[in-house]
Nanobody, 124 residues
Framework: QVQLVESGGGLVQVGGSVRLSCVAS????????MGWFRQAPGKEREFVAA??????GTYYADSVKGRFTTSRDNAIMYLQMNSLKPEDTAVYYC???????????????????WGQGTQVTVSS
């Protein structure tokens, strides 16, 4: 059974940092591109970052570029979040694509597998 589990969320002050992890199991996710999305209350789920299956390519939303960094170690993906702002408050989800060796995608529709989400709250 395919499973993605996020961890590392919590309450952090403005300007602080937090590191999210996503552990993938149930198949060889080292061959699949993965991504991070977030959803704030009353808003649609939005793209945050993506990483290719090899880890050699990364993509970021303009709103987080220069502050967030995604990386992976085979089937574990990370999101290092620095210089956090109140508008970064959201539930963060990790996702994996359904086709081997595909590139990253900025659309939620490009992903077949999702974690349950982890809350990140940035307080001012």
């Amino acid at each position: 059974q395919v499973q993605l589990v996020e961890s590392g969320g919590g309450l952090v002050q403005v300007g602080g940092s937090v590191r999210l992890s996503c552990v993938a199991s149930g198949r060889s996710f080292s061959r699949y591109a993965m991504g991070w999305f977030r959803q704030a209350p009353g808003k649609e789920r939005e793209f945050v970052a993506a990483i290719t299956w090899s880890g050699g390519g990364t993509y970021y939303a303009d709103s987080v570029k220069g502050r967030f960094t995604t990386s992976r170690d085979n089937a574990i993906m990370y999101l290092q979040m620095n210089s956090l702002k109140p508008e970064d408050t959201a539930v963060y989800y990790c996702a994996a694509r359904g086709r081997e060796y595909s590139g990253g995608s900025v659309s939620p529709n490009g992903y077949n597998y999702w974690g349950q989400g982890t809350q990140v709250t940035v307080s001012s």
